[in-house]
Protein backbone atom coordinates (compact mmCIF):
# COMPACT_ATOMS: atom_id res chain seq x y z
CA UNK A 1 0.00 0.00 0.00
CA UNK A 2 1.36 3.31 -1.05
CA UNK A 3 -0.01 6.06 1.26
CA UNK A 4 0.61 9.90 -0.03
CA UNK A 5 0.56 12.82 2.36
CA UNK A 6 0.92 16.42 1.08
CA UNK A 7 0.08 19.61 2.34
CA UNK A 8 1.65 23.06 3.13
CA UNK A 9 4.29 24.19 5.72
CA UNK A 10 3.35 23.44 9.44
CA UNK A 11 -0.33 21.47 8.63
CA UNK A 12 1.27 18.46 10.79
CA UNK A 13 1.50 15.86 7.83
CA UNK A 14 4.94 15.06 8.39
CA UNK A 15 3.17 14.06 12.11
CA UNK A 16 0.67 12.14 10.73
CA UNK A 17 2.86 10.63 7.88
CA UNK A 18 5.14 8.90 11.02
CA UNK A 19 2.00 7.85 12.73
CA UNK A 20 0.40 6.47 9.87
CA UNK A 21 3.88 4.56 9.21
CA UNK A 22 4.21 3.48 12.97
CA UNK A 23 0.60 2.19 12.44
CA UNK A 24 0.72 0.47 9.49
CA UNK A 25 3.86 -0.79 9.79
CA UNK A 26 5.44 0.44 6.37
CA UNK A 27 8.82 2.95 5.46
CA UNK A 28 8.18 6.56 5.76
CA UNK A 29 9.94 9.38 3.41
CA UNK A 30 10.17 12.85 4.36
CA UNK A 31 10.47 14.51 0.84
CA UNK A 32 11.02 17.76 2.15
CA UNK A 33 13.95 16.51 4.27
CA UNK A 34 15.22 15.79 0.41
CA UNK A 35 15.07 19.75 -0.48
CA UNK A 36 16.23 21.32 2.66
CA UNK A 37 19.20 19.08 1.87
CA UNK A 38 19.43 20.48 -1.72
CA UNK A 39 19.00 23.99 -0.25
CA UNK A 40 21.39 23.33 2.58
CA UNK A 41 23.83 22.10 0.65
CA UNK A 42 23.69 25.09 -1.63
CA UNK A 43 24.00 27.68 1.14
CA UNK A 44 27.15 25.57 2.13
CA UNK A 45 28.65 25.73 -1.41
CA UNK A 46 28.15 29.60 -1.37
CA UNK A 47 25.50 29.05 -4.01
CA UNK A 48 22.41 31.25 -5.31
CA UNK A 49 19.47 28.84 -4.56
CA UNK A 50 17.57 31.14 -7.14
CA UNK A 51 19.87 30.04 -9.70
CA UNK A 52 18.78 27.05 -11.42
CA UNK A 53 22.70 25.53 -11.69
CA UNK A 54 23.99 26.33 -8.21
CA UNK A 55 20.63 24.28 -7.32
CA UNK A 56 21.18 21.16 -9.31
CA UNK A 57 24.83 20.71 -8.65
CA UNK A 58 23.56 21.16 -4.76
CA UNK A 59 21.72 17.70 -5.81
CA UNK A 60 24.80 15.25 -5.27
CA UNK A 61 24.68 16.30 -1.75
CA UNK A 62 25.99 13.84 0.65
CA UNK A 63 23.73 11.21 2.54
CA UNK A 64 25.25 12.31 5.65
CA UNK A 65 23.59 15.46 5.31
CA UNK A 66 20.22 14.29 5.69
CA UNK A 67 21.26 13.55 9.60
CA UNK A 68 21.94 17.49 10.06
CA UNK A 69 19.68 19.12 12.54
CA UNK A 70 20.19 22.12 10.86
CA UNK A 71 18.01 20.96 7.96
CA UNK A 72 15.19 21.27 10.66
CA UNK A 73 15.54 25.09 10.86
CA UNK A 74 13.15 28.39 9.36
CA UNK A 75 16.52 29.08 7.12
CA UNK A 76 16.74 25.69 5.74
CA UNK A 77 12.90 25.34 4.51
CA UNK A 78 13.01 28.98 3.15
CA UNK A 79 16.22 27.63 1.18
CA UNK A 80 14.42 24.31 0.43
CA UNK A 81 11.51 26.44 -1.42
CA UNK A 82 13.76 28.51 -3.40
CA UNK A 83 15.91 25.56 -4.93
CA UNK A 84 12.58 23.41 -5.33
CA UNK A 85 11.33 25.73 -7.68
CA UNK A 86 13.59 24.39 -10.68
CA UNK A 87 12.54 22.17 -12.42
CA UNK A 88 16.07 20.03 -12.59
CA UNK A 89 15.97 20.01 -9.17
CA UNK A 90 12.69 17.91 -9.05
CA UNK A 91 13.88 16.32 -11.86
CA UNK A 92 17.03 15.17 -9.98
CA UNK A 93 14.87 14.07 -6.95
CA UNK A 94 12.51 12.08 -8.86
CA UNK A 95 13.91 8.69 -9.14
CA UNK A 96 14.75 8.64 -5.28
CA UNK A 97 11.30 9.25 -4.33
CA UNK A 98 9.58 7.29 -7.08
CA UNK A 99 12.18 4.03 -6.27
CA UNK A 100 10.78 4.99 -2.29
CA UNK A 101 7.32 4.85 -3.15
CA UNK A 102 7.43 1.48 -4.99
CA UNK A 103 9.53 -0.69 -2.93
CA UNK A 104 7.91 -4.00 -2.22
CA UNK A 105 5.08 -3.94 0.39
CA UNK A 106 4.90 0.11 0.43
CA UNK A 107 5.49 2.68 1.68
CA UNK A 108 4.29 6.51 2.99
CA UNK A 109 5.71 9.10 1.29
CA UNK A 110 4.81 12.94 2.56
CA UNK A 111 5.56 16.26 0.77
CA UNK A 112 3.95 18.54 -1.57
CA UNK A 113 3.67 16.53 -5.06
CA UNK A 114 3.41 13.20 -4.02
CA UNK A 115 -0.06 12.49 -4.57
CA UNK A 116 0.26 14.64 -8.21
CA UNK A 117 3.57 13.76 -9.44
CA UNK A 118 5.65 10.96 -7.43
CA UNK A 119 2.90 8.64 -6.74
CA UNK A 120 0.03 9.11 -9.11
CA UNK A 121 -0.91 5.27 -8.28
CA UNK A 122 -0.98 6.03 -4.64
CA UNK A 123 -3.56 3.36 -3.21
CA UNK A 124 -4.68 6.45 -0.41
CA UNK A 125 -4.38 10.27 -1.05
CA UNK A 126 -4.48 13.03 1.75
CA UNK A 127 -4.16 16.63 1.76
CA UNK A 128 -3.33 18.21 5.29
CA UNK A 129 -3.94 21.54 5.49
CA UNK A 130 -4.70 23.98 8.18
CA UNK A 131 -5.34 27.75 8.33
CA UNK A 132 -2.42 30.26 7.98
CA UNK A 133 -3.17 31.41 11.28
CA UNK A 134 -3.61 27.84 13.45
CA UNK A 135 -0.19 26.96 11.47
CA UNK A 136 1.77 29.68 12.76
CA UNK A 137 0.38 29.65 15.62
CA UNK A 138 1.58 25.79 15.85
CA UNK A 139 5.16 26.95 15.15
CA UNK A 140 5.36 29.91 17.73
CA UNK A 141 4.65 27.83 20.34
CA UNK A 142 7.19 24.83 18.96
CA UNK A 143 10.44 27.50 18.68
CA UNK A 144 8.63 29.20 22.07
CA UNK A 145 9.61 26.01 23.75
CA UNK A 146 13.04 25.89 22.01
CA UNK A 147 13.63 29.05 23.85
CA UNK A 148 13.99 31.85 20.46
CA UNK A 149 12.93 34.59 20.51
CA UNK A 150 9.99 34.67 17.25
CA UNK A 151 7.29 37.12 16.27
CA UNK A 152 3.93 35.49 15.47
CA UNK A 153 3.51 38.10 13.02
CA UNK A 154 7.34 37.04 11.43
CA UNK A 155 6.04 33.55 11.46
CA UNK A 156 3.00 34.18 9.86
CA UNK A 157 4.61 36.12 7.03
CA UNK A 158 6.96 33.74 6.04
CA UNK A 159 4.24 31.13 5.88
CA UNK A 160 2.43 32.72 3.56
CA UNK A 161 5.66 33.43 1.59
CA UNK A 162 6.30 30.00 1.44
CA UNK A 163 2.58 28.73 0.62
CA UNK A 164 2.83 31.49 -2.22
CA UNK A 165 5.69 29.70 -3.40
CA UNK A 166 4.64 26.60 -3.27
CA UNK A 167 1.38 26.98 -5.14
CA UNK A 168 2.27 29.00 -7.47
CA UNK A 169 5.54 27.77 -8.83
CA UNK A 170 4.86 25.92 -12.27
CA UNK A 171 6.45 22.37 -12.17
CA UNK A 172 4.51 20.38 -9.37
CA UNK A 173 2.94 23.43 -7.52
CA UNK A 174 1.70 22.39 -4.18
CA UNK A 175 -2.40 21.10 -4.83
CA UNK A 176 -4.22 18.39 -3.70
CA UNK A 177 -4.85 15.21 -6.60
CA UNK A 178 -8.27 15.42 -7.68
CA UNK A 179 -8.67 11.77 -5.39
CA UNK A 180 -7.01 13.25 -2.52
CA UNK A 181 -9.22 13.36 0.74
CA UNK A 182 -8.38 16.57 2.37
CA UNK A 183 -7.75 16.86 6.60
CA UNK A 184 -8.03 20.21 7.78
CA UNK A 185 -6.38 19.91 11.33
CA UNK A 186 -6.96 23.61 12.08
CA UNK A 187 -8.98 22.56 15.26
CA UNK A 188 -7.65 18.91 15.88
CA UNK A 189 -4.78 18.16 18.17
CA UNK A 190 -1.94 15.81 17.46
CA UNK A 191 -3.91 12.40 18.78
CA UNK A 192 -7.39 13.97 17.27
CA UNK A 193 -5.52 14.99 13.92
CA UNK A 194 -3.23 11.46 13.97
CA UNK A 195 -6.83 9.22 14.48
CA UNK A 196 -8.45 11.01 11.62
CA UNK A 197 -6.04 10.52 9.42
CA UNK A 198 -5.93 6.66 10.62
CA UNK A 199 -9.49 6.46 10.38
CA UNK A 200 -9.25 7.97 6.99
CA UNK A 201 -6.34 5.11 5.28
CA UNK A 202 -8.76 2.21 7.28
CA UNK A 203 -11.86 3.72 5.45
CA UNK A 204 -10.26 3.72 1.80
O1 LIG B 1 7.80 19.87 4.01
P1 LIG B 1 8.97 20.83 4.24
O2 LIG B 1 8.59 22.08 4.98
O3 LIG B 1 10.14 20.15 4.88
O4 LIG B 1 9.41 21.27 2.75
C1 LIG B 1 10.36 22.29 2.54
C2 LIG B 1 10.21 22.82 1.11
O5 LIG B 1 10.57 21.81 0.16
C3 LIG B 1 8.82 23.26 0.73
O6 LIG B 1 8.60 24.64 1.02
C4 LIG B 1 8.74 22.99 -0.76
C5 LIG B 1 9.74 21.89 -0.99
N1 LIG B 1 9.13 20.58 -1.24
C6 LIG B 1 8.68 20.31 -2.52
O7 LIG B 1 8.74 21.20 -3.37
N2 LIG B 1 8.19 19.09 -2.83
C7 LIG B 1 8.11 18.12 -1.90
N3 LIG B 1 7.62 16.92 -2.23
C8 LIG B 1 8.54 18.38 -0.57
C9 LIG B 1 9.04 19.62 -0.26
Redesign the pocket.
Known sequence: MIIAV?G???SG??TIAKALSVHFGLPHL???????AV?RQCFLDDGNPDDGGDALAATSFPDALLDDPE?RSEA???L??R???HPSV?QA?FDR?RSFALQAGGAV??????GT??APDADVKLFVTASVEARARRRYLEMQAQGRDVSLDDIAADLAA?DA??TQ?KD?P?VAAANAVVLDTSDLDRDEAVAAAIALVQGR
Open positions: DPTAKGDTGLLYRGLSGGASVSIRLQLDGRDIVIRRDRAL
